[in-house]
C-alpha cells in the first residue's frame, strides 16, 4: 500500500510517498481502510523537525483519520467490516487520568501515524461515525475536536451564559466556537484577518477582535465583559500570549493551554494566576469517551465540522503547505477517495 514518509526532518521535501508494507490485524486490534486524514500543527512540525519520543524516521506522520473497518483480529466483538469509525489521537486512553504508557500510543509519533491507505488501530482506539457525517468531516475530531471538548466541558465544565475567548482561527478554537455554541455561551474571537472574523460570526461568534487594529487585545476583552473578564481562554499561543490571557480571564476564570503556535521563548510572570485565583490547565488532546461523547453532540445537533480544503492523497505536500501559510479557517484535510 501507498503512504506518506517523513524520511528526513528539515523541509516538507522531507514528506515522500512511498511503499508501505501491509499488515493483518492481531488480537484486540482492527484493519481500517483510510478514507480521509486531517493535519494538526503537530504534524507540521513534526516534518520540519525531529520530535522527542518520536520514531525515526521513516514516520508515517498525522494522528487523525477516518474510513471503514475492513477485518478485525481475534477478541474484536465490538466492530465488524464494513463499520464507519474515526481512531482516536491516543489508543489506549479511553477514559481516565492520562498516564506515560498513554503517552506512548499516540498516533504520528510514538506510533506509526495515519497518512496512507490503510492502518491496523486498537480497537479500543476507534469510536463510530454518525451516519450525517461524513470521513472528511469525521477526520477533524481526533485532536482539535477533542482537545476544545476536554477544555471546555470535560475539564471547564462550560455553563450556559458564560463567555469563551477563543484565539485565532485554527481547528481547536472553530471546534471551541461551536461547542460553546452548543452549550449556550458567548463567543469572543480573535485574528489578524477581517475575513476570517467575518466568517467567524458567521458561524455564530458574538464580538470579534481584529489584532491587528487592536494589538492590546486583552483590554478590549475586558471593555467587552464590562471589566469582568472572560470565563474562559482557548490559549492556542503558547508564550508571547499567555500574559495577555491572563489579564483577559476574570477572577476564578480558566486558561485551556494547549498550543505554542507564538513559540517556546519567553519569560510569564505567574503573580496574575495567584493574585486572580486564575484556574491554568495544560491539556494535550483527551480520551476516546471524550472523542465519543464530542461525536454524539455534533450528530444530535447537526453542527458539522468546519473544513477549510479537501486536499487529494497524491498531494500531501501541498496540503502541509497550506496548513503551514496559516490562511485556513478550521481544518486542512486529505481524502483517500
Not at 482506539?125 to 481526533?142: D, K, M, N
Not at 487594529?213 to 467587552?224: I, L, Q, S, Y
Not at 474562559?232 to 489579564?247: D, N, P, Q, R, W
Not at 465519543?292 to 477549510?308: G, K, N, Q, R, W
Amino acid at each position: 500500500m501507498k503512504a506518506w514518509q517523513i524520511t528526513e526532518h528539515g523541509s516538507l521535501d522531507g514528506l515522500r510517498l512511498a511503499e508501505w508494507p501491509e499488515t493483518g490485524p492481531g488480537h484486540g486490534e482492527v484493519l481500517v481502510q483510510l478514507r480521509a486524514v486531517s493535519l494538526n500543527y503537530r504534524d507540521l512540525s513534526a516534518v520540519r523537525s525531529a520530535r522527542p519520543g518520536n520514531l525515526p524516521p521513516p514516520l508515517v506522520p498525522c494522528s487523525d483519520g477516518a474510513g471503514e473497518v475492513i477485518a478485525v483480529g481475534p477478541g474484536v466483538t465490538q466492530w465488524q467490516p464494513g463499520d464507519r469509525v474515526a481512531g482516536t489521537f491516543f489508543q489506549s486512553w479511553t477514559s481516565g487520568p492520562v498516564s506515560r504508557d498513554v503517552m506512548r500510543r499516540a498516533l504520528g509519533g510514538p506510533v506509526q501515524g495515519v497518512l496512507r491507505e490503510q492502518a491496523v488501530l486498537q480497537a479500543d482506539g476507534l469510536t463510530r461515525v454518525p451516519a450525517g457525517l461524513s470521513f472528511e468531516q469525521a477526520a477533524t475530531l481526533p485532536c482539535a475536536g477533542v482537545t476544545a471538548w476536554h477544555a471546555l466541558v470535560s475539564n471547564g465544565r462550560l455553563c450556559a451564559g458564560q463567555t469563551v475567548l477563543a484565539l485565532g482561527t485554527g481547528g481547536v478554537s472553530i471546534f471551541a466556537l461551536q461547542i460553546a455554541k452548543l452549550h449556550g455561551a458567548r463567543v469572543i474571537l480573535t485574528s489578524r484577518s477581517a475575513e476570517k472574523l467575518a466568517r467567524a460570526l458567521a458561524l455564530g461568534a458574538d464580538e470579534t477582535i481584529d489584532t491587528t487594529a487592536a494589538p492590546d487585545w486583552e483590554r478590549t476583552v475586558h471593555d467587552m465583559t464590562g471589566g469582568t473578564g472572560v470565563d474562559h481562554v482557548i490559549e492556542t499561543g503558547g508564550a508571547g500570549t499567555l500574559e495577555k490571557s491572563f489579564a483577559a480571564v476574570r477572577l476564578g476564570g480558566h486558561v485551556h493551554l494547549m498550543g505554542i503556535l507564538s513559540g517556546l521563548e519567553g519569560r510569564i510572570n505567574p503573580w496574575p494566576l495567584i493574585a486572580k485565583s486564575i484556574c491554568l490547565h495544560g491539556l494535550y488532546v483527551g480520551t476516546r469517551d471524550m472523542q465519543d461523547a464530542l461525536t454524539t453532540a455534533l450528530a444530535a445537533s447537526h453542527a458539522h465540522p468546519v473544513i477549510d480544503r479537501v486536499f487529494d492523497f497524491d498531494d500531501a505536500r501541498d496540503a502541509f503547505a497550506h496548513l503551514e501559510s496559516g490562511s485556513h479557517f478550521g481544518k486542512v484535510v486529505i481524502s483517500l477517495g
